[in-house]
């Protein structure tokens, strides 16, 4: 898999994926349905966090042939105190292996860039997410409480600790190498 920055040309990618079931199921409606909605909401959201933080959510490719297959990224959200990992693919690569490997990039990535502490929420009843989260070593959670908008969501966290030797012993060189 390849991560790239995503631009304005990904409108029509980005429709699809705010439309997918598994998105709206786990992520949300973000009442985005035409291409140039698509376009206003990478400008507004993903586009900005590349030029505020230098970095922000990727399209995830597929290798072999370029097949844009979702996105992955770090997230600064107003209602957390740190930046959060956010990911979602298109129904088709779920359950391959795909999220759990750019998952890891953008915490390798979070490493680098001396993140004190990452953040990861899912709903309680995304088990497929919450193994993900504790594959890369998320481990300490509260539950956040629904609000009027949203529903109660578990929120994880990984200590910039926790990355380093986690990422340490996931890369490790082979004895004989």
């Given amino acids: ?42 400008q507004r959201g993903i586009l900005r966090s590349y030029a505020e933080h230098g970095f922000g959510m990727y399209l995830c490719e597929r290798r072999d ?8 990224g770090l997230v600064k959200r107003d209602s957390l105190p740190d930046f959060d990992l956010g990911y979602a693919l298109l129904a088709p690569f779920a359950g391959h292996g795909y999220a759990l490997e750019a998952a890891a990039a953008i915490v390798a990535e979070a490493s680098q860039r001396q993140l ?26 509260y539950l956040q409480p629904a609000t009027e908008d949203d529903c109660a969501l578990w929120v994880y966290s ?7 030797s986690h990422c340490a012993t996931v890369h490790e060189p082979d004895a004989g190498a």
């Fill in 116 to 141: 004190p502490r990452i953040l990861a929420i899912v709903q309680p009843d995304n088990a497929r997410s919450i193994r993900l989260l504790e594959k890369l070593g998320f481990a300490d959670r």
């Fill in 65 to 72: 042939d370029g097949a844009p297959m979702g996105i992955c």
């Fill in 1 to 42: 898999m390849h991560l790239r920055r995503l631009q304005p040309s990904d409108g029509a990618f980005m429709l699809a994926l705010l439309n997918d079931p598994g998105f709206l199921r786990f992520v949300g409606d973000r009442e985005v349905r035409s291409e140039a909605q698509a376009v206003d909401y990478l």
């Fill in 158 to 164: 990984l200590s910039i600790d926790a990355i380093e």
